[in-house]
């Protein structure tokens, strides 16, 4: 299912709210690529990895630290992607596999593939309007899109640059609940169909990469950041033309400070203190579920009773997710959560597993262990960093090849033809 033909291709202004706080080094930064040259580039990129190099290349090592970083020792961060090296594939033979169908219905949307996109927060500043570049690469492939609370870019701004998509808001528990509350209703108004509450964010993990570098949003001139700033152009060019803030903090009458408030220099780790409520309970999450009228996700969890209890609570999808390893560290890999989880809910909502997804094998073990679909975020991140929309629609294909590849030689030409018995554990045990 490509939406790209109903597309309309309409470029769209970026959001202006704030001064411009990033200023381009002297003299002016080169030209960005000219697009055949990335689309060139894009191609060869055969592997998320390549991808993430890519990434690496045109961001400064703040921005890219704090896209690839997690808590403390990483090692969630690690686990979340090692862990899936745990199962192995076992093929079956004599199927008939000259067809493949990689669609799956995700709370009711036909996808074109079991995969959706993560929310994360300042996509914007990765790449100009960053989060219309992703919502339309997301809208062009046929998969969700999930926009995050902390995006650059407002629900309305995205809303307005990618308005064929299956959208869905992500959002956090604000000490403002008025605040809140219109952020619900800016969602619904603006056709968000599904709300994906996140619940792990209490307050924020210890990320000491981004402590290290003493990552802001924009990034403060540093001298001893100059030089490595001075060799991403492309990155700074892109930087000093934005609106840099957090957009859906921005709209009338939001009391924040920072760059909430479109000025000075603020860590994420601060914009989270002020705003965000640790005190939320599950009575909380009920308001929310009875304030959404539309299907709903909560986020963020790994304990299978939690997942029991969102079910209870009417919720239709539970998305199995440490947070990409960036809030408590050491704590169970999304893909090792991910059997209790789907046991607990027995089939009475849509899990979704989140986390260190890197390869189409990786998605068929998520399935095979209950998953519905999987949410990936650096992933796109790194193809957004790269190549705004082409970057993300060359994540989303690089995915969607090795998919396809992979269940043509397991056997399995459905998704639905994918089943425990595809997998065996690598060490022992079978
Ligand atoms: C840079 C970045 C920003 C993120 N921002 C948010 C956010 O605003 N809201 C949220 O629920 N999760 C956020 N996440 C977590 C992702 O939604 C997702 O859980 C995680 O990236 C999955 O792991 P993966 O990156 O290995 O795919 C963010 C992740 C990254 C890497």
Redesign the pocket.
């Known amino acids: 299912m490509e939406a790209d033909e109903r597309r309309t291709g309409r470029a769209v202004a970026h959001r202006p709210s704030t001064e411009p706080t990033v200023q381009p080094s002297r003299p002016a930064p080169a030209a960005a690529p000219t697009p055949t040259r990335l689309g060139a580039r894009l191609q060869r990129a055969h592997a998320i990895a390549d991808l993430r190099r890519q990434a690496a290349r045109r961001l400064p090592k703040a921005v890219f630290d704090?896209?690839d970083g997690g808590a403390e020792d990483e090692r969630t961060l690690r686990d979340?992607v090692e862990a899936f090296d745990d199962w192995m594939l076992m093929p079956r033979v004599g199927i008939d596999v000259a067809t493949r169908d990689l669609s799956r219905s995700i709370l009711g949307y036909r996808a074109s593939l079991p995969i959706m996109m993560?929310?994360?927060?300042?996509a914007g500043f990765f790449w100009p309007d960053g989060e219309v570049a992703g919502a339309q690469a997301a809208a062009r492939a046929g998969i969700p899109y999930c926009l995050?609370?902390?995006s650059v870019g407002s629900i309305e701004h995205v809303a307005e640059g990618a308005p064929e998509g299956e959208r869905w808001f992500?959002l956090y528990f604000l000490r403002d609940r008025e605040w809140m509350q219109a952020l619900l209703r800016r969602a619904a108004a603006a056709r968000y169909r599904v709300l994906c509450l996140?619940v792990d964010l209490a307050v924020q993990g210890r990320r000491e990469r981004d402590l290290r570098n003493a990552f802001t949003m924009p990034l403060k001139p540093r001298l001893s950041t100059a030089l490595d700033l001075a060799r991403r152009p492309g990155w700074l060019a892109g930087a000093a033309r934005s609106r840099l803030g957090f957009g859906n903090f921005q709209a009338g009458g939001f009391q924040a400070g920072g760059a909430a408030a479109g000025h000075g220099f603020t860590s994420v780790a601060q914009h989270v203190a002020s705003l965000f409520d640790p005190s939320a309970s599950w009575d909380d999450i009920a308001r929310i579920r009875d304030a959404w009228r539309g299907p709903m996700a909560l986020?963020g969890l790994l304990h299978p009773a939690d997942a029991a209890r969102a079910v209870a609570l009417g919720i239709e999808a539970v998305i199995v997710?440490n947070?990409?390893g960036?809030q408590l560290d050491d704590v169970p890999a999304a893909i090792h959560a991910l059997p209790g989880v789907a046991e607990a809910v027995a089939g009475r909502a849509e899990v979704i597993l989140?986390?260190?997804?890197r390869r189409g094998t990786d998605v068929i073990k998520a399935l095979a262990l209950g998953a519905t679909a999987c949410?990936?975020?650096?992933?796109f991140?790194w193809g957004l960093s790269a190549g705004g929309t082409a970057g993300v629609s060359r994540a989303i294909e690089i995915v969607r090849g090795e998919l396809d590849n992979a269940m043509t030689l397991l056997g399995t030409p459905t998704l639905e033809a994918i089943t425990r018995d595809h997998l065996r554990p690598r060490r022992g045990g079978w």
């Open positions: 704090f896209i979340n993560a929310p994360t927060g300042l995050s609370t902390n992500q996140t986020k997710s947070h990409g960036r989140d986390g260190g997804v949410s990936l975020g650096r992933p991140l």
